[in-house]
C-alpha cells in the first residue's frame, strides 16, 4: 500500500495545537508562588515553537499544493501559531502600558 503524508503540515499542526497549550500552562504556572517564574523560561520555548509552526505550516501548504495531501493541517498550523503572536504581543502591549500607568501615577 502507498501512503502519502505531508510531515511539515503535521508538523505545523502540532505545533499549533501545543502553543496554546504552552500558554495555558504558563497562565496556570502564574498563580502558584513558586513555581509562577517557570513562566518566563517558557517564554522562548513558546516563541521558538511558534516560529517553527508558521515556518512547517508555508513549507507543508506548498507542499500540498503538489500532493495535495495536508493542506488543512498546514493552515490551521499557521494560523493558530499567528493568532498566539497576535494574542501574546496584545498582552504584552496590555502589561507594559499598565506598569506604566501604574508609575505614572505614583
Excluded at 502540532?14 to 517558557?42: D, Q, R, Y
Amino acid at each position: 500500500m502507498d501512503e502519502q503524508s505531508n510531515t511539515m503540515a503535521t508538523v505545523s499542526m502540532v505545533s499549533g495545537v501545543a502553543i496554546w497549550v504552552l500558554m495555558a500552562i504558563n497562565f496556570c504556572l502564574g498563580f502558584i508562588p513558586i513555581l509562577n517564574m517557570l513562566g518566563f523560561l517558557l517564554m522562548p520555548v513558546m516563541f521558538l515553537v511558534g516560529i517553527a509552526g508558521v515556518v512547517t505550516g508555508i513549507l507543508g501548504f506548498r507542499q500540498s499544493r503538489v500532493s495535495s495531501i495536508g493542506g488543512g493541517a498546514s493552515i490551521f498550523g499557521v494560523v493558530s501559531c499567528l493568532a498566539w503572536f497576535l494574542v501574546e504581543g496584545m498582552l504584552l502591549i496590555f502589561a507594559f502600558g499598565l506598569v506604566a500607568f501604574i508609575l505614572a501615577t505614583q
